[in-house]
T-cell receptor, first 110, second 116 residues
């Protein structure tokens, strides 16, 4: 059974810092991996999608990497801003379903 | 980018009422739609997966007679919570994906359901 773990569970940083969120999964047979952000009381916004054959994807200040063989992904956020404060969720596509981690709650202080 | 519209965003109703939530994919054809439930401070729990024109597949422990799912077209799925009770109060989120192994899943903004 696929399990996804995210570390840390919560993170508080001052504005401007670069930061890394970690995601690990137990079964490397995945189609792809997605990073989402969720603001309080809202749905999920897709940030980046990495296919199983890819190593990384970039969008603006965000960079996600994937090491499928070791079951790890990282989300790098450069020059963090208060507006980046949210819960970040990692999910792997396992068969027809997404399996989610518990998320990292990020707070960027101004 | 792809947009999934979920309606209503907030419902308050009396115990025993049935509530319908709609999920629409606005700019792509969603072969597969998903319904999730999220409890406070927890991650998403998949309730069921539906493919257009066929019956939904429910996750273990989810009552199919309680949570009726209809995926009548490639752009619309509905979740009906029948005879809702306070324990059904939760945040429900729908998601949609076009048909292909490499497509991302897109999510609606969720529906906050409160049963009095």
């Amino acid at each position: 059974k696929q399990e996804v773990t995210q570390i840390p569970a919560a993170l508080s940083v001052p504005e401007g810092e670069n930061l890394v969120l970690n995601c690990s999964f137990t079964d490397s047979a995945i189609y792809n991996l997605q990073w989402f952000r969720q603001d309080p009381g809202k749905g999920l916004t897709s940030l980046l999608l990495i296919q199983s054959s890819q190593r990384e994807q970039t969008s603006g200040r965000l960079n996600a990497s994937l090491d499928k063989s070791s079951g790890r992904s990282t989300l790098y956020i450069a020059a963090s801003q208060p507006g980046d404060s949210a819960t970040y969720l990692c999910a792997v596509r396992d068969g027809n379903k997404l399996v989610f981690g518990a998320g990292t709650i990020l707070r960027v202080k101004s | 980018g792809a947009v999934v519209s979920q309606h209503p965003s907030w419902v308050i109703c009396k115990s025993g009422t049935s509530v319908k939530i709609e999920c629409r994919s606005l700019d792509f054809q969603a072969t597969t739609m998903f319904w999730y439930r999220q409890f406070p401070k927890q991650s998403l729990m998949l309730m069921a997966t539906s493919n257009e024109g066929s019956k939904a597949t429910y996750e273990q422990g989810v009552e199919k007679d309680k949570f009726l799912i209809n995926h009548a077209s490639l752009t619309l799925s509905t979740l009906t919570v029948t005879s809702a009770h306070p324990e059904d109060s939760s945040f429900y989120i729908c998601s949609a994906r076009a048909d292909s192994s490499n497509q991302p899943q897109h999510f609606g903004d969720g529906t906050r359901l409160s049963i009095l």
